[in-house]
């Protein structure tokens, strides 16, 4: 017997897990992490925040609530990103 997928998954982005460290993310049929160490400022936001993030397509993440918004790009390639938030 084989586990075949019945269809197209219909969740084109969400966040999949949150810890202590930071959350995974699912977009474009690929997971990322964002660690709380190189984004804190979602470490003391509330969970309701935090799951209203809104995929602009091709690579734009945004965060209304929290004023936070990120490019897929720097999760990708954070090498090419060397500036950190810092209070």
Request: glycine share 4%.
């Amino acid at each position: 017997m084989s586990l075949n997928v019945a269809g197209k998954s219909t969740s084109e982005h969400e966040i999949t897990n949150i810890s202590q460290h930071g959350m995974w993310i699912w977009v474009n049929q690929k997971e990322y992490f964002i660690s709380f160490d190189d984004f804190p400022m979602f470490k003391n936001a509330s969970l309701e925040s935090i799951f209203k993030m809104v995929f602009y397509p091709p690579n734009h993440l945004r965060w209304g609530k929290l004023d936070i918004d990120i490019e897929l790009e720097s999760l990708e390639n954070p090498e090419a990103y060397p500036l950190v938030y810092s209070r």
